[in-house]
């Protein structure tokens, strides 16, 4: 059996399943998503729920993607054609002309996801969505978004993104415990809007940002900053191992903007002072906030690692010399966003 073969059998499969959509805007793309059925409100929510503020009205989408449980559905696949060894390290499948398909198992969730660019459909089959850890929870279909936008001229950095109503922002970026987070939600109570705090998607070419995941996460410690957070959080039970989960949809859909055109980059660094201060960082200091992070965390290579460095040099970068006064932080942000005018 080849990869066509395989790819074939599988969508075709899929073809005579009843199933249940929903209609997502990813950046500027529509994607429909498929649940098989019978299928449990366990698995919807597990991936719907961080993006639910992207949901759009049902219309024709670029991207279809049918997401299957084991446990609960009666969707039988191919048996494999590869060697399960023949990966690079990070469960991606090298078996698959990665010109044509993305195929990749990850261990941890038990999760098989295929793309077919040529039909732009897509597979995510998983063993049973309680064997999956909490924390995958909060952004769901990363890689396969990653792998179908990549080629289509988007980006994903490890960041978060605040603006005004206007749509102008700023990105704020940093390598984890820089202060990111705490940055981003301690806009909550000003006029901006919040766009994401850990994964975006960039358009290098118009210096857009779009919201991918509603989900904000702060270490159980971080929540004394942020007392009122500590009620909503989601994932109670595994906050002892876990960052806390603020679905942010749930509680401030009117904070959220899906979209916004970046200004400047910030990168936060806790001063212990109580003031917030803005000085003037260097390429060398923007690159080294946002490029190894966005590299190992979507183990990519040195050529996405120079794609997220050309999309960054361009902007105006800062430090952001966050205080103990939150309230200082945002303001420190709309003055500069008021200032680009």
């Given at each position: 059996?080849?990869?066509?073969?395989y790819?074939?059998?599988?969508?075709?499969?899929?073809?005579?399943?009843?199933?249940?959509?929903?209609?997502?805007?990813?950046?500027?793309?529509?994607?429909?998503?498929?649940?098989?059925?019978?299928?449990t409100?366990a698995?919807?929510?597990?991936?719907?729920?961080a993006?639910?503020?992207?949901?759009?009205?049902?219309?024709?989408?670029?991207?279809?993607?049918?997401?299957?449980?084991?446990?609960?559905s009666?969707?039988?696949?191919?048996?494999?054609?590869?060697?399960?060894?023949?990966?690079?390290?990070?469960?991606r499948?090298?078996?698959?002309?990665?010109?044509?398909?993305y195929?990749?198992?990850?261990?941890?969730?038990?999760?098989?996801?295929?793309?077919?660019?040529?039909?732009n459909?897509?597979?995510?089959?998983?063993?049973?969505v309680?064997?999956?850890?909490?924390w995958?929870?909060?952004?769901?279909?990363?890689?396969?978004?990653?792998?179908?936008l990549?080629?289509q001229?988007?980006?994903f950095?490890?960041?978060?993104?605040?603006?005004?109503?206007?749509?102008?922002?700023?990105?704020?970026?940093?390598?984890?415990?820089?202060g990111?987070?705490?940055?981003?939600?301690?806009?909550?109570?000003?006029?901006?809007?919040?766009a994401?705090?850990?994964?975006?998607?960039?358009?290098?070419?118009?210096?857009?940002?779009?919201?991918?995941?509603?989900?904000?996460?702060?270490?159980?410690?971080?929540f004394?900053?942020?007392?009122?957070?500590?009620?909503?959080?989601?994932?109670?039970?595994?906050?002892?191992?876990?960052?806390?989960?603020?679905?942010?949809?749930?509680?401030?859909?009117?904070?959220?903007?899906?979209?916004?055109h970046?200004?400047?980059?910030?990168?936060?660094?806790?001063?212990?002072?109580?003031?917030?201060?803005?000085?003037?960082?260097?390429?060398?200091?923007?690159?080294?906030?946002?490029?190894p992070?966005?590299v190992?965390?979507?183990?990519?290579?040195?050529?996405?690692?120079?794609?997220?460095?050309?999309?960054?040099?361009?902007?105006?970068?800062?430090w952001?010399?966050?205080?103990?006064?939150l309230?200082?932080?945002?303001?420190?942000?709309?003055?500069?966003l008021?200032?680009?005018?």
């Amino acid at each position: 059996m080849t990869d066509q073969t395989y790819c074939a059998r599988v969508f075709d499969a899929l073809a005579g399943q009843l199933y249940e959509s929903y209609w997502f805007l990813v950046t500027e793309k529509v994607v429909e998503v498929r649940f098989v059925m019978p299928c449990t409100t366990a698995v919807t929510a597990f991936y719907s729920k961080a993006i639910q503020h992207l949901a759009c009205l049902p219309q024709p989408a670029d991207l279809i993607i049918w997401v299957a449980e084991k446990a609960s559905s009666d969707l039988t696949l191919p048996r494999p054609f590869w060697d399960w060894t023949n990966s690079n390290g990070y469960g991606r499948i090298l078996a698959f002309d990665e010109v044509l398909y993305y195929a990749n198992y990850d261990i941890t969730s038990h999760t098989f996801t295929l793309l077919d660019r040529a039909s732009n459909q897509a597979l995510v089959w998983t063993r049973n969505v309680t064997e999956q850890p909490e924390w995958t929870r909060s952004f769901p279909f990363r890689s396969l978004w990653f792998d179908w936008l990549r080629p289509q001229g988007f980006l994903f950095i490890h960041a978060g993104a605040v603006g005004l109503p206007d749509g102008r922002g700023v990105l704020l970026t940093g390598r984890g415990g820089s202060g990111k987070s705490t940055s981003t939600l301690a806009c909550l109570d000003s006029s901006l809007l919040y766009a994401g705090d850990d994964f975006l998607a960039v358009h290098p070419a118009t210096q857009r940002v779009y919201s991918l995941y509603n989900v904000a996460k702060l270490e159980a410690g971080q929540f004394a900053r942020f007392p009122q957070l500590q009620p909503l959080v989601y994932n109670k039970a595994t906050m002892l191992t876990e960052k806390g989960q603020v679905f942010m949809a749930d509680h401030f859909p009117e904070k959220i903007i899906n979209t916004l055109h970046i200004e400047a980059m910030l990168l936060p660094r806790f001063t212990g002072q109580p003031d917030t201060t803005l000085r003037v960082a260097t390429t060398a200091d923007g690159w080294r906030a946002l490029v190894p992070s966005t590299v190992g965390l979507l183990h990519s290579t040195g050529d996405y690692a120079h794609a997220v460095a050309d999309f960054a040099r361009p902007l105006p970068t800062f430090w952001l010399e966050t205080g103990t006064d939150l309230a200082q932080i945002p303001a420190r942000i709309i003055n500069l966003l008021q200032a680009s005018l």
